[in-house]
């Protein structure tokens, strides 16, 4: 059985203008030691996923309907005190913007330490401190870094010390989100590389929110490639960015520069995603299409199954 | 350094050149007065930028690259050094030659969430360079702010001219300030990380109105980034820059598929490899823990230099030289 299954997940907010479906009918699952990267423009949905399994959504939203089976349990059902428990033992978040995930006026090692004590308030203050040690030494922080405060740090080391508090409570699963972007490409190779050997030391399971393609590449198993609320394309990372199927996928492809191979030019992709308060009918993707079909205005595509783990949403 | 400068040889005329330029801070004093430290965000730099040229200034955050847009533009005069634009000195302009400046030099910046003022319309931030220039009467202004928001691609309905920033997109916001710098023809574009706020396709379309730019209007640009990928789409030639010293200067293809300063060897390095799945064979020139502080006579990337020798490199500084052809390296060992 996979650690985690989602099944038809979708999300709305309520606005001011209207409902807004942020995520519609989203499956995945993922095992055990593997990671996951969803990757999609601004506005996919993507971060509102991840924020679903931590249940931290905000309170104009609705879940409308699906599952979500973290070690065969629905986390959806949970009540508040059982997700609680759960939330950072079991299912921890890195969150987008480090430098704002830190409190200011309390100590690094003493906020990490708080997680620790909530979760296992039979260990005593020095064990938990002893704990802060080990992780700072596997994030490779300097011991004496520990009692500084966040405003002392670096942007790269924020970022570490937010990946030691993912990892305080030795989580089954580690959502991920956006958890470099604001970092310089040398910290983010390094960051990148740690946290590799981290999930492979303590076979954790991890999912990658990010809109940078070539980062998800770089870390994930799998890829899901989202584009208006929906998933549009799901498989190996070899599949969808090898030979991908879905014209968005392609599109994304094609408009991001390459370090290497022939110097194409890059091809945008025309206008803008849809609104998704009264989202289209059909494809979501039909008015920015090269190869769209007039059934494809009114006819909502169907997933089509291409190898044993590659499908696309579009025929 | 000026025989740095010289080293390029190109029969092109420079656009824009930078001569022996250095910028330093003050971080502030404590308050029983000590005037706090000095910080060098460019150090002696010395480039030229030819006419009709996109040339590259890659650095990391904090590397000084935005410095020099900003000393180039004027937003800010260089502690030591000389600017030339289009042969003439623009360090110490004043006056009405300041404003005669500007409307040959113009920057874009990099966050459109910022750079526009939420209270003006779309139409009025497009006109409003012109009105300050004096170039147009009514019914000329509306021509040109209307076919110059076309050519970034915003084909205007009335309705889009009477909008406000907040009811734009993000690429949609960076074209209007695209927009608002086109629209004075200037000679120089400076842009500042232009698309480090956007979405990947919505980046390739910013990029390929600065190629349409260069096509049409003859601008030369000063394009600033971090990413050595959007470089080497856009740029002729690139400058790598680290701590506010030039370490390696070229043509960009050059530069990105065949590094030689051991700096440019780490970026390159730390870049996700996409699309090759198998492990790249990188460079290894970054040492895993940095020397920690040393003297700042010597090699600006000696703290985290795998190649370095440890005496030559801590105590003298490598200055720019020919390595190949057009490109310059500073490092005693490229």
Known sequence: MALLEVDNLSIGYQTPNGFLEAVEGVSFSLEKGKSLGFVGESGCGKTTIGMALMRLLPRNTSV?????????????KMSDEDMRLIRWKKVAMIFQAAMNALNPVHRVDDQIAEAILTHDPASSRGDAMKQVEDLFQLVDIPKGRMRDYPHQYSGGMKQRAIIAMALAC??????????????????????????????????????????DI??????????????????????????????????YTKALLSSYPRLTGEKDKLAPIPGEPPNLINPPSGCRFYDRCPSAKVSCKTEAPVWVKLTQRHSARCS | MNSVSTMIESSKRPMLQLEDISKTYRSKGSFFGGSGKKIVALNHVSLKIFKGEIFGLIGESGSGKSTAGRLIVKLEEPSAGEIFLDDNKITGLKGKALKAFRLKAQMIFQDPYQSLNPQISI?????????????????????????????????????????????????????????????????????????????????????????????????????????????????????????????EMGPGEKIIQKPKHPYTQALLDALPKFGHWDKVEGHDTLLRVDRGDFQDVGCPFFGRCKVAHQRKCSQERPHLRKSDGSRLVACFYA
């Open chain 1, 170 to 211: 030795r989580p089954k699963l580690i959502i991920a989100d956006e958890p470099t972007t604001a970092l310089d490409v040398i910290v983010q190779h390094q960051i990148l590389e740690e946290t590799k050997n981290l999930q492979k030391k303590f076979k954790i399971s991890i999912i990658y929110i990010s809109h």
């Open chain 1, 64 to 76: 409308k309907g699906g599952h979500v089976a973290f070690e065969g349990q629905d986390m959806l």
């Open chain 2, 123 to 247: 139409y009025d931030t497009v006109s409003e360079p012109l009105i300050i220039h004096k170039t147009k009467n009514v019914q000329a202004r509306k021509h040109l702010v209307l076919q110059t928001l076309k050519s970034v691609g915003l084909s205007p309905r009335d309705d889009f001219l009477h909008r406000y920033p907040h009811q734009l997109s993000g690429g949609q916001r960076q074209r209007v300030a695209i927009a608002r710098v086109m629209v004075l023809k200037p000679k120089f574009v400076v842009a500042d990380e232009p698309t480090s706020m956007l979405d990947a396709s919505i980046s390739a379309q910013i990029f390929n109105i600065l190629l349409e730019m260069r096509e049409k209007l003859d601008v030369t640009f000063l394009f600033i980034s971090h990413s050595l990928a959007a470089a080497r789409y856009l740029c002729d030639r690139i400058a790598v820059i680290y701590r506010g010293n030039l370490v």
């Open chain 1, 214 to 247: 070539s980062v998800v590449a770089g870390v994930c198993d799998d890829i899901g490639v989202m584009y208006a609320g929906q998933l549009v394309e799901y498989g190996s990372k070899i599949e969808v960015f090898g030979s991908p199927a879905h014209p």
